[in-house]
């Protein structure tokens, strides 16, 4: 009996032990690897010397891959051939295809070009060095690159060094020691040789490592010395118990300058010269220029012989690069085929700007569309005619044997007897802004044409009271241009009053265009906004005159531009919403923002920003105080507007995720995680102890 339980036991055990191996189930994957890759291997080592060879190998802990390398990774010196940068499984490979030059120094930098194959974890910063001679050069400088007129970090651009001293090396050499700024607009030029140094960093559109002036630049004024300096820091070893267990004290080598703020701009330099010339109507002549102009060109008509002297109304843009020409003689509009003498500045090959006249052809042949549209509309006018003609030579037979025409007959010709309002041009026009207006708008009235008068006596400007609508008290003003520059925008020079409405009545054929058009009648209302409807803005600045301040919109779009005045400015009846603010220091005084001239010396003009928005509700005034110094510059611009933001990859978000938004995370969101070194530049100390996120120096 016993041996038979023991048997059955045996069985059950067995049976057990088979069912709970042949059960499928998924496994578990583990937490989210975080991790980037790590080298494990490299061919040569690190450092080393004396290098005969012409590849490179990194041997990584996993599968890699190179994101973006034709932006992001940059050999230093730049070698003349491109070398080939690969990666196969675990390892990148650099090989060389031109001979290295001779006791030279060499680095790969390849920023944060490389990722682990399944989570895209990035390797950020890693650069690898050897040397062809005996030595290897050890120095480093870093900084930041910002965009001057906008403080965007620029990211992926050159930044440079030139032993040689002289201006035009930048212009005519290659730069000799060259990095590629990160995702943040950080750079660090690594393994630099002793001596003195110009710093340059260049948006290199054309691969030559040299300046042109079409390309974005910045450079340092100051000379730089690389130099190094010792410091120590000190590391606590904790027990379980949160005991001080070992203090333990290194020392570590920071490498100097690393500050450097490069502001790049665009010196606008264009070449001037006709860049396309047109005839979109048969009443409009177009030129396009290169290059703004200080002056218009002057115009010659050669064909047809006999026009007007004043044959046009010109259109333009503020910078005189693209003009309209609106022909008003009639025989011209006529022609097939103007010709004309022009007369204008063009850049020649020496870079100097020649008068020079062109004999410029602007045909002309109406769209096929445009040509059956007016044969279909003459047979229309042709059929019309003709059934009118039927109508009344029937009519008066009819009426010699002293009959009528029947009731349908009659109606069919009293509606031919009309007029078509469609076979009479008009003049187009209507308000630019009209219903609901704000304080401080224009009354603009928009044309399709330029206008030749307006009759003053046909306008009428009424304001509401109560129920009842009054003429406008005084004379109603006549209208005028609006814009030097444009001739269709007129506006009527009146004080609207907050919290009124008012109706525009401008009457049938009061105004008159250049081609004998007339407008049809036009009735407006325009409801003006009270004024607590409205937010103010008070400000004081630690500028005290030469500046201006823009209040920018959520697209960075300029709402309004006010000049600093006594160290204060101030935005009156703004519209509630989000603001930002800018601020220029206008050394030349002109009221907008300068570029800078590498040739001349001349850095761009300094722009701060208010590092945080505006939200502005109606009826309510803000009132606050801004030391633009305060905040460093690479911090400045709130990040809700700045367009050039890091590369956000998906495992750091759900890192902050898992730390469930703590306080710290809040202000790494708000000022920048992970950057080495401090960015402020000289110009910029006052706010290098405000920093609130802690800096790690190079070593």
């Given at each position: 009996?016993?041996?038979?339980?023991?048997?059955?036991?045996?069985?059950?055990?067995?049976?057990?032990?088979?069912?709970?191996?042949?059960?499928?189930?998924?496994?578990?994957?583990?937490?989210?690897?975080?991790?980037?890759?790590?080298?494990?291997?490299?061919?040569?080592?690190?450092?080393?010397?004396?290098?005969?060879?012409?590849?490179?190998?990194?041997?990584?802990?996993?599968?890699?891959?190179?994101?973006?390398?034709?932006?992001?990774?940059?050999?230093?010196?730049?070698?003349?051939?491109?070398?080939?940068?690969?990666?196969?499984?675990?390892?990148?490979?650099?090989?060389?295809?031109?001979?290295?030059?001779?006791?030279?120094?060499?680095?790969?930098?390849?920023?944060?070009?490389?990722?682990?194959?399944?989570?895209?974890?990035?390797?950020?910063?890693?650069?690898?060095?050897?040397?062809?001679?005996?030595?290897?050069?050890?120095?480093?400088?870093?900084?930041?690159?910002?965009?001057?007129?906008?403080?965007?970090?620029?990211?992926?651009?050159?930044?440079?060094?030139?032993?040689?001293?002289?201006?035009?090396?930048?212009?005519?050499?290659?730069?000799?020691?060259?990095?590629?700024?990160?995702?943040?607009?950080?750079?660090?030029?690594?393994?630099?040789?002793?001596?003195?140094?110009?710093?340059?960093?260049?948006?290199?559109?054309?691969?030559?490592?040299?300046?042109?002036?079409?390309?974005?630049?910045?450079?340092?004024?100051?000379?730089?010395?690389?130099?190094?300096?010792?410091?120590?820091?000190?590391?606590?070893?904790?027990?379980?118990?949160?005991?001080?267990?070992?203090?333990?004290?290194?020392?570590?080598?920071?490498?100097?300058?690393?500050?450097?703020?490069?502001?790049?701009?665009?010196?606008?330099?264009?070449?001037?010269?006709?860049?396309?010339?047109?005839?979109?109507?048969?009443?409009?002549?177009?030129?396009?220029?290169?290059?703004?102009?200080?002056?218009?060109?002057?115009?010659?008509?050669?064909?047809?012989?006999?026009?007007?002297?004043?044959?046009?109304?010109?259109?333009?843009?503020?910078?005189?690069?693209?003009?309209?020409?609106?022909?008003?003689?009639?025989?011209?509009?006529?022609?097939?085929?103007?010709?004309?003498?022009?007369?204008?500045?063009?850049?020649?090959?020496?870079?100097?700007?020649?008068?020079?006249?062109?004999?410029?052809?602007?045909?002309?042949?109406?769209?096929?569309?445009?040509?059956?549209?007016?044969?279909?509309?003459?047979?229309?006018?042709?059929?019309?005619?003709?059934?009118?003609?039927?109508?009344?030579?029937?009519?008066?037979?009819?009426?010699?044997?002293?009959?009528?025409?029947?009731?349908?007959?009659?109606?069919?010709?009293?509606?031919?007897?009309?007029?078509?309002?469609?076979?009479?041009?008009?003049?187009?026009?209507?308000?630019?802004?009209?219903?609901?207006?704000?304080?401080?708008?224009?009354?603009?009235?928009?044309?399709?044409?330029?206008?030749a008068s307006i009759d003053p006596a046909g306008i009428h400007l009424e304001v509401k009271r109560d129920t009842l609508w009054v003429p406008f008290t005084g004379a109603v003003p006549q209208f005028r241009l609006a814009d030097d520059c444009n001739p269709l925008r007129?506006?009527?020079?009146?004080?609207?009053?907050?919290?009124?409405?008012?109706?525009?009545?401008?009457?049938?054929?009061?105004?008159?265009?250049?081609?004998?058009?007339?407008?049809?009648?036009?009735?407006?209302?325009?409801?003006?906004?009270?004024?607590?409807?409205?937010?103010?803005?008070?400000?004081?600045?630690?500028?005290?005159?030469?500046?201006?301040?823009?209040?920018?919109g959520s697209s960075e779009k300029v709402m309004r531009t006010v000049p600093v005045n006594n160290g204060a400015f101030e935005f009156i009846n703004v519209s509630p919403g989000t603001y930002y603010l800018r601020l220029t220091l206008d050394s030349n005084g002109n009221?907008?923002?300068?570029?800078?001239?590498?040739?001349?010396?001349?850095?761009?003009?300094?722009?701060?920003?208010?590092?945080?928005?505006?939200?502005?509700?109606?009826?309510?005034?803000?009132?606050?105080?801004?030391?633009?110094?305060?905040?460093?510059?690479?911090?400045?611009?709130?990040?809700?507007?700045?367009?050039?933001?890091?590369?956000?990859?998906?495992?750091?978000?759900?890192?902050?995720?898992?730390?469930?938004?703590?306080?710290?995370?809040?202000?790494?969101?708000?000022?920048?995680?992970?950057?080495?070194?401090?960015?402020?530049?000289?110009?910029?100390?006052?706010?290098?102890?405000?920093?609130?996120?802690?800096?790690?120096?190079?070593?």
């Open positions: 009996m016993t041996t038979r339980w023991t048997y059955w036991l045996m069985m059950v055990a067995v049976g057990a032990l088979l069912m709970a191996c042949a059960s499928i189930g998924s496994p578990e994957g583990g937490p989210r690897d975080y991790t980037p890759p790590q080298v494990v291997k490299t061919s040569p080592a690190p450092g080393t010397l004396n290098f005969k060879g012409n590849k490179v190998e990194i041997i990584f802990d996993e599968i890699v891959n190179l994101k973006d390398q034709q932006k992001k990774v940059i050999i230093s010196p730049a070698p003349r051939t491109m070398p080939l940068i690969r990666t196969v499984g675990k390892k990148v490979t650099v090989e060389f295809r031109d001979p290295l030059e001779p006791n030279t120094t060499y680095v790969i930098d390849f920023s944060n070009a490389i990722e682990d194959n399944n989570e895209s974890n990035q390797l950020d910063g890693y650069t690898f060095a050897f040397s062809t001679g005996d030595v290897i050069d050890t120095l480093a400088v870093s900084g930041i690159v910002l965009r001057a007129n906008d403080l965007e970090p620029m990211q992926h651009v050159i930044v440079g060094l030139h032993s040689n001293l002289d201006d035009t090396a930048f212009t005519n050499m290659p730069l000799e020691r060259v990095s590629r700024t990160n995702d943040r607009g950080h750079f660090t030029i690594r393994n630099l040789k002793p001596g003195n140094y110009h710093v340059f960093a260049l948006n290199d559109v054309d691969g030559d490592y040299l300046m042109a002036r079409t390309e974005d630049i910045a450079f340092l004024d100051e000379i730089i010395v690389p130099t190094t300096r010792e410091y120590t820091s000190q590391d606590t070893i904790f027990t379980f118990d949160r005991r001080v267990d070992t203090v333990m004290t290194g020392t570590h080598t920071l490498y100097l300058p690393n500050d450097l703020l490069l502001c790049m701009f665009n010196e606008g330099y264009r070449s001037h010269y006709v860049k396309q010339t047109s005839r979109p109507a048969d009443n409009k002549l177009h030129v396009l220029f290169g290059a703004p102009n200080d002056t218009l060109p002057h115009l010659d008509v050669i064909r047809p012989a006999e026009h007007a002297r004043d044959w046009y109304r010109v259109e333009r843009t503020p910078a005189n690069d693209s003009l309209f020409y609106w022909i008003t003689d009639s025989a011209m509009i006529k022609t097939d085929t103007v010709i004309v003498a022009m007369t204008y500045l063009r850049t020649d090959t020496a870079d100097r700007l020649q008068q020079v006249t062109d004999t410029i052809r602007f045909g002309y042949r109406k769209p096929s569309s445009q040509v059956k549209e007016e044969e279909k509309k003459a047979k229309e006018r042709e059929e019309r005619a003709k059934r009118l003609a039927q109508l009344l030579e029937k009519q008066e037979k009819a009426a010699a044997q002293g009959k009528e025409l029947n009731e349908g007959e009659l109606e069919e010709l009293k509606e031919l007897q009309r007029v078509d309002p469609n076979d009479i041009p008009k003049l187009t026009m209507d308000l630019a802004k009209a219903g609901t207006i704000d304080v401080g708008d224009s009354i603009i009235l928009k044309f399709d044409t330029p206008i007129y506006w009527l020079p009146v004080t609207i009053l907050p919290d009124s409405t008012y109706r525009l009545t401008i009457d049938s054929a009061a105004v008159t265009s250049v081609y004998g058009l007339h407008n049809e009648k036009l009735s407006k209302e325009l409801k003006v906004r009270g004024l607590e409807q409205y937010a103010n803005v008070f400000f004081k600045v630690n500028v005290k005159d030469g500046a201006f301040v823009e209040l920018l009221g907008k923002w300068d570029t800078g001239n590498y040739r001349d010396h001349l850095q761009p003009e300094e722009v701060y920003y208010y590092p945080k928005k505006l939200r502005l509700r109606a009826n309510w005034d803000l009132d606050e105080a801004w030391n633009i110094y305060q905040t460093a510059l690479d911090m400045q611009k709130p990040d809700d507007i700045r367009r050039n933001k890091p590369e956000q990859a998906k495992n750091k978000v759900e890192k902050k995720n898992s730390r469930n938004g703590t306080d710290e995370d809040e202000e790494d969101d708000e000022f920048g995680t992970g950057i080495t070194n401090t960015y402020t530049g000289n110009k910029y100390n006052d706010a290098k102890n405000n920093r609130r996120v802690n800096r790690q120096p190079i070593h």
